[in-house]
């Protein structure tokens, strides 16, 4: 269940804790958001970030670099363009690389965020929930709900065709790299097979 912050705290300090736009827990040490402004950046610091996920084009404000800067956060920039008019398809090969970086335990905790966290957040949040194995109905109702009146139709059909076997063939890969011979394992578990039987070694 998303929980999404609606109203400004305060820190031990007392200084006002106000979540950027649109703001919601995806999963433990992921969240999504509408672009920070200064005035978020005391909320962010509680979420003790790694990484950020942006998903636009544009170049990322000096003010929020030196956020990033002082509080070791790395950003990942995937310059999806959100033009409605004609509108954009989701470029399908730029979700699957953001996907590397979101799955990627070790960028958590991580905060994914477009410009007011909806359409481009919403399409790489629901492709994350195909590779969780939701039910299509839940991850489109999410979206929807992240979404409000303005869901597009587009973005929907763009998650429900969305493959996920590129990017766990890659997740296999990597899996290779760090683990050596696990791979193989991955693979059967993958293919739901059960593994031989092997003769103990004394």
């Known amino acids: 269940m998303c929980l999404i912050m609606e109203s400004d705290e305060h820190n031990s300090d007392g200084d006002v804790l106000a979540p950027p736009f649109n703001f919601s827990m995806v999963e433990d040490g992921i969240y999504r958001s509408g672009f920070p402004r200064p005035d978020n950046f005391t909320f962010l610091k509680t979420l003790n970030l790694r990484s950020i996920i942006y998903l636009c084009p544009e170049p990322y404000p000096e003010e929020n670099l030196k956020f990033l800067e002082a ?115 991955a693979y059967e578990e993958e293919n739901v097979q059960t593994p031989k039987p092997q003769a103990a070694k004394v």
């Open 71 to 185: 509080n070791n956060i790395k950003l990942f920039q995937f310059g999806i363009e959100g033009k409605t008019d004609p509108p954009t398809p989701m470029p399908k090969d730029t979700i699957l690389d953001a996907l590397k970086v979101l799955v990627d335990v070790r960028n958590h905790p991580i905060l994914i965020h477009c410009n007011r966290g909806k359409h481009r957040t919403g399409c790489l949040v629901g492709c994350l929930r195909k590779v969780q194995s939701w039910c299509l109905s839940s991850v489109l109702e999410e979206y929807q709900k992240n979404a409000g009146i303005k869901w597009r139709q587009m973005d929907l059909n763009f998650i429900e065709a969305f493959d996920t076997v590129s990017l766990r063939k890659c997740l296999l890969s990597i899996m290779y790299r760090y683990h050596g011979k696990r791979r193989r394992l």
